[in-house]
C-alpha cells in the first residue's frame, strides 16, 4: 500500500505538470473507483494539488474539489508523449500501454495530456466534493505525524489509558495521519520500543524517542520518494522512490538489526505482518 512518503511523492510529481491544465473529459471506466458527476468539473481548471494523510486533493475552480485514495494498489500516472509522471503501487502499468486493464478513471486534458487513476484490487477512490464536504471528511483524522501539533503532551494523553499494543496506536489514522505499516515498524526499531508494548507502558522519554524516531523515518522516507519494495521496478525512472534501500527491519525477517545484530523476527499484530528486534526493542 502506498504510504505517507509515497503519497507525498506522487502529489509533489503531479503538481509539477498538472497545476494549471483544464479537463476536457473525465471518462469513468470502473463505477465503484468514481463518486460524484462528471460534468461538475468538465472545463474546469487544477489549481492547486495538496495532500492530506494518505490522501491526494486536487483543488479546482468553485470550491470543488477530486479527493483520492489509493488504498492498496492504486495508481496515478500523467502521460505526456514518452513522459510518465506519478507513482503508487508499483506494478508493470508503470511502464506499459495505457489505458490498461486496471483503469479505472482517466482525465483528459485540453492540451491532450492525460491522467490515469489505475487501480488492481479497486479498492481506492476519487470523490468529486465540495470544499465544506472534504473538511469533513479530514476532521475525522488525527493530525499528520509532520504535523507541529503532535507533540508529546498529544501523545501522553492519548496513550495513558490505551492498552492495545503500540504499533496499531500509532497506526490508528484517528490518532495520528500518515503512519504506515513500513514506517511503523522502523519507527519503532530506530526507538528501541516493542511494537507488542502496552500504549500505556511508554514513560514520557520513551514517547520523545517514539515522536522523533517516526519524524525522522518519514522525513527520510519523503526525501527518498518512497519505498518500492517489489524489485521488477525500482528503477523506473521519475516514478520509483529508494526507501526500500535503507530499510531497518521492515520485510527483513532473519537479517540483522541495524541496532544490536541479532535477527530480525516477524509476527502479526493487529492482522498485519510486524518485523521487530526482540533483543534490543523492549
Known sequence: MPELPEVETVTRQLAKVIIGKKIQKIEVLKVK????????????????????????????????????????????????????????????DWVNALPSSHTRVIFTFSDGTHLFFNDQRIFGWMKVMSDEEVEKEFAKLGPDITDPKITVEYLAER????????????????IIAGVGNIYA??????ARISPKRPAKTLSRKELQTLLKSMRTVIDLGIKLGGATVHGKYVHVSGLSGSYQNV????????????NCGHAIQKITLGGRGTFYCSHCQK
Open 33 to 92: 473507483s468514481w463518486h460524484g458527476d462528471v460534468r461538475a468539473l468538465e472545463g474546469s481548471v487544477v489549481r492547486k494539488i495538496s495532500r492530506r494523510a494518505k490522501m491526494i486533493r486536487f483543488h479546482f475552480d468553485k470550491k470543488m474539489n477530486v479527493l483520492i485514495h489509493l488504498k492498496m494498489s492504486g495508481q496515478l500516472i500523467y502521460v505526456e508523449g514518452q513522459k510518465r509522471v506519478g507513482g503508487g503501487h508499483p506494478s508493470a
Open 185 to 190: 515498524c522502523d519507527a519503532l526499531n530506530l
Open 247 to 258: 530499510l531497518r527491519v521492515y520485510n527483513k525477517k532473519g537479517e540483522s538489526c541495524p
Open 159 to 174: 496513550f495513558t489509558k490505551r492498552n492495545i499494543p503500540v504499533k496499531q496506536l500509532i497506526m490508528d489514522s484517528a
